[in-house]
Structures are given as structure tokens and as C-alpha cells.
């Protein structure tokens, strides 16, 4: 059985993370916000990001952890 499995946003770089902000249509600054909450703040939740609109967070969060997550034997574990 095949499982539609989140990826975290950890796993992308600025760059990756800029491109996503933009498909899902958002300003181009808010992939500097929202890399500034994973890897400066290490937030570990979407609503620990308090300048970002909740739209936007629902979004991601659609597609992507914000937590922690683990490869082993190809599943993925959350870790926090």
C-alpha cells in the first residue's frame, strides 16, 4: 500500500523553499520568513510562526510537515 507521506520543509534549502512560496502563489519574501522560523527559530509547528498569515501556513501545511522527520527502510518517521 502506497502512502501519500509529507515531506518536511527542513529538507529543502532557501532556494527549494522560495520555489514552493511561489507556486503556491504567496510573496517572494515569505520564503525568507519562513526559512528564518525552520532553521533560526527551529520552530517545530506552523502556528510558532507568528508573522506569517494563516492562509499561507494552511498551505504549506497541506503539503508539508514543519516538524522533524526520518528516513528508515523508505517511511518516514516523525520525530518531534
Not at 23 to 42: I, M, T, V
Amino acid at each position: 500500500m502506497i502512502q501519500n507521506i509529507k515531506q518536511s520543509l527542513r529538507d529543502f534549502s532557501e532556494e527549494e523553499l522560495s520555489e514552493i512560496v511561489k507556486e503556491l502563489g504567496f510573496p517572494a519574501f515569505r520564503a525568507k520568513q519562513l526559512s528564518d522560523w525552520l532553521y533560526k527559530k527551529h520552530i517545530l509547528a506552523a502556528k510558532e510562526a507568528k508573522n506569517l498569515p494563516k492562509d499561507f501556513l494552511e498551505q504549506l501545511e497541506k503539503k508539508y510537515l514543519f516538524s522533524l522527520c526520518k528516513s528508515i527502510n523508505n517511511k518516514r518517521i516523525q520525530l518531534s
